[in-house]
């Protein structure tokens, strides 16, 4: 949990160098609010609210935007592939996880790279 405050408001660009990298590598994060969850697979919970309800509240982002409040949730979770394709496997339990926005370019500040 952050200090009185402080939120956590990630760029992509930061979430990938600062957590994602160090993750799939296997060293120490910066910090320890973003949660290791298996979302996906035939024995998975499909719905976010079973996924999530261990997590604490004071590790979400939260915005209020056109009279509703919309909480964000960080989380690592390894993708499993469907079977007897390349593609990687989106269903959980009984139902699929969708994305609700579109791929985003994410540029390295440093190199320009995407």
């Known amino acids: 949990m952050f200090p009185?405050?402080?939120?956590?408001k990630p760029t992509?660009?930061?979430l990938i160098v600062g957590y994602l990298l160090p993750w799939v590598m296997g060293w120490k994060l910066q910090?320890?609010?973003i949660v290791e969850k298996q979302m996906y697979g035939e024995n998975s919970p499909c719905e976010p609210w079973k996924v999530f309800s261990d997590v604490e509240s004071g590790y979400h982002s939260k915005i209020e935007?056109?009279?509703a409040?919309?909480?964000t949730i960080y989380a690592f979770t390894?993708?499993?592939r469907a079977s007897n394709s390349k593609r990687a496997s989106r269903r959980a339990g009984k139902g699929t996880w969708g994305g609700q926005t579109g791929p985003k370019k994410i540029e390295n500040?440093?190199?320009g790279a995407r």
């Open 31 to 33: 910090w320890d609010g």
């Open 65 to 67: 935007e056109k009279g």
């Open 12 to 14: 992509g660009e930061h």
């Open 78 to 80: 390894t993708l499993l």
């Open 109 to 111: 500040s440093q190199t």
């Open 4 to 8: 009185l405050g402080i939120e956590f």
């Open 69 to 71: 409040i919309k909480y």
